[in-house]
T-cell receptor, first 114, second 115 residues
């Protein structure tokens, strides 16, 4: 089955630790995205990538880092610099980045700081 | 800059009645507009989009949306609501010509359909 796989589904992190969220797609999509979802605030863009080895900051990139070494993978690292990392994280991809085609979303990772 | 507003946190409607979920947008150029639905603890599912052409767009599960350029709106509609339509709905926009190459989402509207 084609799709986007996010892992793990639930993740617990101690304060001060870095943690990496996985996002893999087998749709052969060029563009990939990371969004953060908080109650009442909708989705906010963290980072996005239009092509391998290239990515851009979104609205709330501070405290996060990404890499795009392979077309199918776009991992997100939540660093200790992120002050309030507890949230639901969603990864998405689209065929290309022009906006003409819809984005497909993964099932999300719920990160909790303990 | 591109932005989208969903003025209602929640919409309540009785099963069988028509429903409307409101969305207004702001872009510098031509808007690319999308509606997505989210069920609890899940990702977003695409419903429909407007890029160009007819102002009335038909999508999945009987939903449709009307693009109104003068009112900068893209309201989601369905003639007859089902209990299973109860979910969180997001409107999203991209400035097709000038904006960054990613969608900007609204804050979401929770639709509650009562039996």
């Amino acid at each position: 089955d084609g799709g986007i796989t996010q892992s793990p589904k639930y993740l617990f992190r101690k304060e001060g630790q870095n943690v990496t969220l996985s996002c893999e797609q087998n749709l052969n999509h060029d563009a990939m995205y990371w969004y953060r979802q908080d109650p009442g605030q909708g989705l906010r863009l963290i980072y996005y990538s239009q092509i391998v080895n290239d990515f851009q900051k979104g609205d709330i990139a501070e405290g996060y880092s990404v890499s795009r070494e392979k077309k199918e993978s776009f991992p997100l690292t939540v660093t200790s610099a992120q002050k309030n990392p507890t949230a639901f994280y969603l990864c998405a991809s689209s065929i290309e980045g022009t906006g003409l085609t819809e984005a497909f979303f993964g099932q999300g990772t719920r990160l909790t700081v303990v | 800059a591109q932005s989208v507003a969903q003025p209602e946190d929640q919409v309540n409607v009785a099963e069988g009645n028509p429903l409307t979920v409101k969305c207004t947008y702001s872009v510098s150029g031509n808007p690319y507009l999308f509606w997505y639905v989210q069920y609890p603890n899940r990702g977003l599912q695409f419903l429909l989009k407007y890029i160009t052409g007819d102002n009335l767009v038909k999508g999945s599960y009987g939903f449709e949306a009307e693009f109104n350029k003068s009112q900068t709106s893209f309201h989601l509609k369905k003639p007859s609501a089902l209990v299973s339509d109860s979910a969180l709905y997001f409107c999203a926009v991209r400035d097709g010509e000038r904006g960054r190459r990613a969608l900007t989402f609204g804050s979401g509207t929770r639709l509650q359909v009562q039996p």
